[in-house]
């Protein structure tokens, strides 16, 4: 098993910029990919990005690309998500998620792996 928890998550205003953190502990050597899914009130989850362990390869959706960047710390089996020029449209609890598997899914039905989530609330 593998346990996540996020962090980082707060109220900001919009342009502002937020870095999550998400640390693996347990049986990290399972979390192959590890990504970031956002999900707002009243609809489903969806994928922010995703980031590989053995490449470092990285996959955005394209909302986010050119303002989030995913990043991660092998030896600190963590993964972040900077996120830059944030819009209230940003406004979700934003969880972290990993799976052994090195296929960067956009679907979250691809990973095995949660974390409880963390809230970030962007205003207008």
């Known amino acids: 098993q593998v346990q996540l928890v996020e962090s980082g998550g707060e109220l900001v205003q919009a342009g502002g910029s937020l870095r999550l953190s998400c640390v693996a502990s347990?049986?990290?050597?399972?979390?192959?990919?590890m990504g970031w899914f956002r999900q707002a009130p009243g609809k489903e989850r969806e994928f922010v990005a995703a980031?590989?362990?053995?490449?470092?390869?990285?996959r955005y959706a394209d909302s986010v690309k050119g303002r989030f960047t995913i990043s991660r710390d092998n030896a600190k089996s963590s993964v972040y998500l900077q996120m830059n020029s944030l819009k209230p449209e940003d406004t979700a609890v934003y969880y972290c998620?990993?799976?052994?598997?090195?296929?960067?899914?956009?679907?979250?039905?691809?990973?095995?792996?949660w974390g409880q989530g963390t809230q970030v609330t962007v205003s207008s």
């Open positions: 998620a990993a799976d052994k598997s090195n296929l960067m899914f956009t679907t979250p039905l691809g990973y095995d792996y």
């Open positions: 347990g049986r990290t050597a399972s979390a192959n990919v």
């Open positions: 980031v590989t362990g053995s490449s470092g390869s990285v």
